[in-house]
């Protein structure tokens, strides 16, 4: 994958300084995951509020620095090698023999304590935002999930798609991996 994309010459004369996000529009944008980590910023959720053993694994967070279209390829191609490592770490911690099928909890019989939640986890296009507002009852009052889909394609685009050959919106709208499904409210 690395000698076919990333060294052919077609590839990087489309996508070298195709949609560069300057560094003062990460935060203030909201953009999160490989978009941001392309403009130098190495800010991972695993990394900086572990959750689950994110704390127990050893990975680094991938970065670059032109932030355009090619450097947000090359980043997700290094998260694709660490995630490759933290999925062998992961088998090496766990248990040899025993059970294999367990019993799984039944989301119908939770008991959700009253009160407001918001978590957040590292996702392969950024950050999720998870908010819940529970009443006490077995069921969430109210539940909202933000993607980063809707933030790099609609404010990012908006700005960054300004006069961009029509040629390249295609390949800008690609490198900065929407989900389409996620961008509909």
Same mark, same amino acid.
């Given at each position: @994958? ?22 003062? !529009?990460? $935060? +203030? ?8 980590? *392309? ?11 572990? &959750?689950?053993? &994110?704390?127990? /694994? ?9 932030? $355009?279209?090619?450097?947000?390829? =090359? ?7 660490? +995630?490759?490592?933290? @999925? ?7 248990? +040899? ?10 989301? /119908?019989? =939770? ?9 957040? *986890? ?27 889909? &809707? ?8 700005? /960054?798609?300004?006069?961009?050959? @029509? ?5 800008? !709208?690609?490198? /900065?991996?929407? &989900?389409?499904?996620? @961008?509909?409210?």
């Amino acid at each position: @994958i690395e000698r076919t994309m990333f060294y052919n010459a077609t590839f990087k004369m489309r996508a070298k300084g195709l949609g560069v996000i300057p560094r003062e !529009m990460i $935060d +203030s944008f909201g953009i999160t995951g490989p978009n941001a980590r *392309a403009a130098g910023v190495a800010r991972d959720v695993r990394k900086d509020q572990p &959750y689950l053993l &994110y704390d127990q /694994l050893d990975f680094e967070v991938a970065t670059a620095t032109a932030s $355009d279209a090619y450097d947000r390829a =090359w980043v997700r191609f290094l998260e694709m090698h660490q +995630s490759i490592s933290l @999925i062998r770490q992961m088998l090496d911690r766990m248990p +040899s023999g025993g059970e294999i099928h367990t019993q799984l909890p039944n989301p /119908l019989h =939770w008991k959700i304590p009253a009160g407001q939640t918001y978590r957040r *986890a590292e996702c392969t296009r950024g950050e999720y935002g998870y908010f819940l507002v529970s009443d006490g009852s077995g069921y969430p009052r109210r539940v909202y999930v933000r993607g980063p889909s &809707y933030t790099h394609a609609m404010a990012v685009m908006e700005t /960054l798609g300004v006069n961009v050959n @029509i040629a390249d919106v295609a390949g800008l !709208m690609v490198s /900065l991996h929407t &989900y389409p499904p996620e @961008i509909e409210r």
